[in-house]
């Protein structure tokens, strides 16, 4: 497949998110990062410009991380640090939670906000009062991205394919797209755990409904607890040793079948599904360590022209218009960050999470860089990133 042999998804709806979308608040200064962890043999400076202003192809969130004092314990948190606050879980929140978690959140010059339709619903609330809240983060600035499938969703399965899923999620995704208040999007959290029995074409499978039934205008993207950020099911061995895997055929675009083998294959046949990938990682990594293995996906994702990095062809991103598939540092620190207990010596404090962050922004590959950030981050002076 290439950018020439595409149909561009169509999807339910001709628009994305059509629910007012506030101005951007404006930012304010933080305390400065501390200084960097020894030994300082990473990158240090962004390798890029910032875009101005709110982006939706930049990510800038915190899903676990933002401190609220006196915040109450609520079904999902930690009982012992109730003030760090996870956006799964906001729904749970009394409405002056959520209120200050929001206007800070602005503040701090984040622009977009992980909702979760799983935890939400699994937790009792009604699919309004998701949308409801949904609203009023869109008002104050932020755009939504919306996290479907979770193991608190209500009739959760594990292993489950888009024959099970589909008919689920296909109401409330038609609500929330009725409601104008779909960002961005990702189809579950950490797909492999949730998939653990069913990799290859049953985790596919779900990726491409949900591809298809958003409109492309709306940027997806997928969660893994793997760094190679795929799935692929083993059904052979070939003469080379390598895994023979098994044929994805899809009518629309892929009528012919793509064996998908390894992670290089299966980002050549999301091309025309998803935007991108939500990496996760080891939050006592070494920062060294922790670029180095960001690198090892993002020179394979390439550059804004395609160049063949010589590493592997995974393609490019053919959702909306033809561009590099997108690598965000989404989750770094949130483990230690929501368990930041006095009796817990590996806790993080948001400071340092924020640091974490920022330094693995500035990952640096000469093929391309990061497209935001999910955990947390701010400038070294306290500047919003």
Known sequence: MNAGSVYLLGGYREAGATAPLGPQAPTILRPPLLPNPEPVDYYTTLPFALPVGRDLHFYRG???????ADAPVVPGCHGENPSCIMACLLDNYPEW???EFLTLYASYGYTHLQRSLGHALGYGHSIDQYIALSKKARKLGLFCDHWFIANEFPGFQYNADASYWGPILDPYIDRLLDAGVIDCACPSWQMDQVMGGAPGNATISII???AKKLPPSIPLYTHWMNEALAWWKKVGTAANGGDIGEVWTDPQYWPNGIEVHDR??????MQPYLTGGHHQGNTRMLLKEYQDRLCDTLDFFGDEHGRDTGKGDMGQSQRDGVRPFALTVFECSAQDQFDDTPDNPYGISEDEGDQRGYLLLCTTSKWGHLRG????ARMPDGEAV
């Not at 290089?264 to 046949?269: D, G, I, Q």
Request: with cysteine.
């Open 62 to 68: 915190q899903f676990c991380g933002l401190r609220i």
């Open 97 to 99: 939670v959520q209120e």
């Open 208 to 210: 491409a409904h949900v």
């Open 264 to 269: 290089f294959s299966w980002w050549y046949a």
């Open 373 to 376: 950030y999910g955990n947390g």
